[in-house]
């Protein structure tokens, strides 16, 4: 029981690391918590700081879920993975080190699955990227990408772990959206330079 609290507490402080916001404030001097969408995640760093920040905060995302998710077989424990993940997706989400508060978690949450399970990570990333390159909005390929993830986990790889926490991680991810949704239907949803959709916007009102 205390090897397990110990790996939780760990998944924490290293979910709870805000890439985003430290290369936003101490390399370029800006709070990208009041730029653009507010967000200390990829999207808007990718947004505000431009896109190499914008990858080295999606690696850096990234990279603590799988840590977070491979904290088990370092200490040669049993627990499921995922369950030890939680750990760094509430601490993405609520962050020690910005009062609590944080991201949507939607590549730290990846970076656990590449942790647990690398193929279905794959699987997912790839609907991602698909969404994202047809509608050019990354809160759309989030919202597709998990609703994926949670399908296949109950209908295809009959993981009742794996498909409890993606139920709940949908859940929240698409409540953490809530204020996306009103700007999809409307238009008005910021879109990245690529894509489909972004080269019919521009096309359309140029």
Same mark, same amino acid.
């Given at each position: 029981?205390?090897? #397990? ?42 947004? #505000?700081?431009? =896109?190499? =920040? ?32 939680? *750990?760094? #997706?509430? *601490? ?5 080190? #910005? ?60 993981? =009742? ?31 990245? =330079? ?13």
């Amino acid at each position: 029981m205390l090897k #397990i609290i110990i790996m939780l507490v760990l998944s924490y402080l290293l979910g709870s690391l805000v890439p985003g916001y430290w290369i936003g404030k101490y390399i370029y001097h800006t709070d990208i918590r009041t730029e653009g969408s507010g967000n200390i995640g990829t999207t808007n760093a990718f947004r #505000i700081l431009g =896109p190499v =920040p914008g990858v080295i905060v999606l690696t850096l995302d990234l990279l603590k879920g799988t840590l977070a998710g491979l904290l088990p077989y370092f200490f040669h424990s049993n627990i499921n993975p995922m369950l030890i993940g939680l *750990g760094a #997706i509430l *601490g993405h989400t609520f962050s020690i080190w #910005i009062g609590f508060k944080g991201g949507k978690a939607v590549a730290t949450s990846a970076g656990v699955l590449l942790a647990y399970n690398p193929p279905f990570f794959f699987m997912v990333a790839g609907v991602f990227v698909l969404m994202m390159a047809l509608f050019s909005m990354v809160s759309v390929a989030s919202l597709v990408g998990f609703s994926f993830a949670t399908v296949m986990s109950i209908f295809y790889y009959h993981d =009742p772990i794996l498909s409890v926490v993606a139920v709940v991680l949908t859940i929240f991810v698409f409540y953490r959206h809530r204020n996306n949704f009103k700007r999809i239907f409307t238009g008005t949803e910021s879109l990245i =330079p690529f894509g489909l959709y972004y080269y019919y916007k521009h096309k359309k009102d140029a």
